[in-house]
Nanobody, 111 residues
């Protein structure tokens, strides 16, 4: 079973930035960042393929950037211009996701 470890979350003011990291125990061709906000279902935020093709949810286009370092089995999510609606626990997983999720990393956007 692949293991996933997310990091980089925290408390940030509206308009601020954070960079999330996700390291997997092996390479996965198509990786995604997901989030689950309070009282909301988990949703796909962005994904990236092994040849670095990317897709973004409409809500984060132009603000978030997904990237990867294949040699390190690591995927990043650069989040800029953060809003209150971005508050959530952020997870990484394959796309489509496996049943095994990491612990996630909390992102809180608040003044």
């Amino acid at each position: 079973q692949v293991q996933l470890v997310e990091s980089g979350g925290g408390l940030v003011q509206p308009g601020g930035s954070l960079r999330l990291s996700c390291t997997a125990s092996r390479n996965i061709f198509r990786m995604g960042w997901y989030r689950q906000g309070p009282g909301k279902q988990r949703e796909l935020v962005a994904d990236i393929t092994g040849n670095s093709r990317t897709n973004y949810a409409d809500s984060v286009k132009g603000r978030f950037t997904i990237s990867r370092d294949t040699a390190k089995y690591t995927v990043y999510l650069q989040m800029n211009s953060l809003k209150g609606d971005d508050t959530a626990v952020y997870y990484c997983n394959s796309n489509p996701p496996s049943d095994l999720w990491g612990q996630g990393t909390q992102v809180t956007v608040s003044a």
